[in-house]
């Protein structure tokens, strides 16, 4: 069974910086993409960040370019998020996800709270 448990959320001045874990568990992680997802008060979930199983290459959505940097250590079965320069509106529940068989995001964490105060 497929696990993935998030940890590193908080509450942080806008400026500051956090660093977001996901270590997953039940799957071959090395193969698989990885990728952060959020969802701020009353909005939709939307896509952060995303790095392939080889590292090879890395995803971002425009609002966070520069500001984060997703990374992954296959021998840990984990990937991070670290966030630095964060502003009010990166306040969301973040959650981490890993893909299937067929390259969907089939499997995802609980989610961990990051609140950035102004």
């Known amino acids: 069974q497929v696990q993935l448990v998030e940890s590193g959320g908080g509450l942080v001045q806008a400026g500051g910086s956090l660093r977001l874990s996901c270590a997953a568990s039940?799957?071959?992680?090395?193969?698989?993409?990885m990728g952060w997802f959020r969802q701020g008060p009353g909005k939709e979930r939307e896509f952060v960040a995303a790095?392939?199983?080889?590292?090879?290459?890395?995803f971002y959505a425009d609002s966070v370019k520069g500001r984060f940097t997703i990374t992954r250590e296959n021998a840990k079965n984990t990937v991070y998020l670290q966030m630095n320069s964060l502003i009010p509106e990166d306040t969301a529940v973040y959650y981490c996800?890993?893909?299937?068989?067929?390259?969907?995001?089939?499997?995802w964490g609980q989610g961990t709270q990051v609140t950035v105060s102004s």
């Open positions: 790095e392939d199983w080889s590292s090879s290459n890395t």
């Open positions: 039940g799957r071959t992680f090395s193969r698989s993409t």
């Open positions: 996800a890993e893909t299937g068989n067929r390259g969907g995001y089939d499997y």
